[in-house]
Nanobody, 123 residues
């Protein structure tokens, strides 16, 4: 499994935006699709967005579609999540992971996670 590091989280006001980054030094990163997930306090980890290999396709949860954009840069082994029009309900720890594109919607399929990055959106 690819070892990933998330970064970019911060405390922001509702209506603003931020960009999260998922990075690795593992060249096998390019073989996999990448997903972003989040876990709010007291709630289960949920799927947010995913991007297929070669950026051929993307998908989003209904709660973020139209506000968040996932992208990847295989030359730098990174996958970013651009988040706009943030809402208090977007608050949580954000994680990334890699796998088969068809399977990324299911956060429970993963047994290993990084530390994540905290996003806090104040009303």
């Amino acid at each position: 499994q690819v070892t990933l590091t998330e970064s970019g989280g911060a405390v922001v006001a509702a209506g603003t935006g931020m960009r999260l980054s998922c990075r690795t030094r593992d060249r096998t990163f390019t073989r996999y699709a990448v997903g972003w997930y989040r876990q709010a306090p007291g709630k289960e980890r949920e799927f947010v967005a995913a991007i297929a290999r070669y950026s051929e396709d993307t998908k989003y949860s209904s709660s973020v579609r139209g506000r968040f954009t996932i992208s990847r840069d295989d030359a730098r082994y990174t996958a970013d999540l651009e988040m706009n029009d943030l809402r208090p309900e977007d608050t949580g720890v954000y994680f990334c992971n890699t796998g088969a594109y068809a399977d990324l919607w299911n956060s429970k399929a993963f047994t290993s996670w990084g530390r994540g990055t905290q996003v806090t959106v104040s009303a």
